[in-house]
């Protein structure tokens, strides 16, 4: 505050000149300056003496001092002007302790400034050293005031010291991200966020040092960069490498279209098997290639690809026709069994082979069942062929005959062997024989087959 203490207007005070001015010429009687009587006015009278020359004093801290003087005429309260001035300094003081803590630093100061000067020989009635103990109580208080406010302003400064460093952190970290795992479009939103933040505290946040502000801009505007470049670079590899695989797709549809109007089946889906694997591993193009692109050779293998399915359903339907025919001529086959004339039963498979063998392939999965079955009359008929061919032979007859006496002498003597071991309780040894005697004369039967 800086309110001087109030002058005697022309309409409420009688001239007043100190007490080193010249008499002057008597003037008008002035109105009444009144003030109300009240227990501050009265306390405050004890203060002021006017002697018969009209000068005004006030008690001061080191005894009377004069504060002014009614050369002419003296009103009817001539302490009233300056106690008015009086209460108007402690008014000032009473607004300043109110606004203490409302007011910046450097008001506070020129405040108490203007206060200590009022307050230093002030032409005023009334306890002026209460009024500056008050005073002194307010610099105290002020100073405690400031001190929290500067602790205060260095606590805000360091949260958005804080703060913008959390702003270029984010933004290095966001700079920082593998260029093939960005998500390019909301990292770029990220980036003008922070950068929104950034000018917000910067025009409505609390100022930090230039230097430090500086260093956190560098970065910042380095990661800014950083991001910007990486991000051109991805891009430019993108299309380079989108460009490469549109080339080599290209040709894969034109190997595709080359072999779409091909018969050789089995070959042909290998190879279309190999340019899907070369498809996958060409990488992409951009979208609208590469959709129109796989377009082309989805078209080029589809192509084929029911060819072949006509082909084959057409194939299933001669090899099922194969299969019934096949299926008749087993029924025909399977009737000469059981063979009671082998020559004859020769001769009436023998045309059912020829038609057997004159029709095509039947399905797959009936191939070998139908060819079990056939190979099964065949060999009955072999099997008997053989049997009869050993029964009329002189020398297989001689041999059988020599070996069927030989085995049975061989299971005379074992059954007599046996009858001995029972008799002698020899279990192991009954045990023995019987095994013994029971081969001899399975392979006795067997001798005796071909002999018959």
Known sequence: ????????????????????????????????????????????????RIDEAGNVYVKDTDGEREVGQFPDIVPDNPFDLFIRRYLDLKAQLALFETRIRHISPREIDKTI???????????????????????????????????????????????????????????????????????????????????EEWKTSQRHGVRIERSKEDALWKRFSQARTTFDRSRRQFFHDLDVAQAEAKK????????????????????????????????????RASRRDDDALWERFWAAQNKFYEARNASNAAQAQEYQA????????????????????????????????????????????????????????????????????????????????????QLEESIAELSADLEKARAEGNDKKVAELEESLKARQTWLEQVRSVTE
């Open 113 to 195: 400034k203007s206060l200590t000067e009022q307050l230093q020989e002030p032409a005023a009635i009334g306890d002026l050293q209460k009024l500056r103990d008050q005073l002194e109580r307010l610099k105290q208080r002020a100073e405690q005031y400031k001190e929290e406010m500067k602790l205060q302003r260095q606590a805000a400064k360091e949260q958005a010291l804080a703060d913008r460093e959390a702003i270029v952190v984010q933004a290095e970290e966001i700079a920082a991200q593998d260029p093939q795992r960005t998500q390019w479009k909301d990292s770029g939103q990220r980036l003008r966020n922070l950068l």
């Open 1 to 48: 505050m800086t309110d001087q203490p109030m002058q005697p207007s022309q309409d409420d005070s009688a001239k007043m000149t100190s007490s080193t001015q010249s008499p002057k010429p008597p003037a008008p009687q002035p109105p009444k300056l009144n003030l109300p009587d009240s227990a501050e006015k009265q306390e405050a009278e004890q203060f002021g």
């Open 248 to 283: 080599a797709k290209e040709d894969i549809i034109r190997r595709a279209e080359e072999l779409a109007t091909s018969t050789e089946w089995g070959p042909t889906t290998i190879a279309f098997r190999q340019l899907m694997d070369e498809w996958k591993a060409s990488g």
């Open 322 to 405: 194969n299969l019934d025919a096949k299926e008749a001529i087993l029924t025909k086959a399977e009737a000469i069994l059981p063979i009671s004339d082998i020559e004859k039963a020769k001769a009436q498979l023998r045309p059912l082979q020829d038609e057997w063998d004159a029709i095509g392939h039947v399905p797959k999965a009936d191939m070998g069942r139908i060819e079990a079955r056939m190979r099964a009359v065949e060999k009955a008929i072999s099997d008997a062929e053989d049997a009869l061919w050993h029964k009329e032979n002189p020398e297989v007859q001689a041999r059988a005959q020599g070996m069927a006496g």
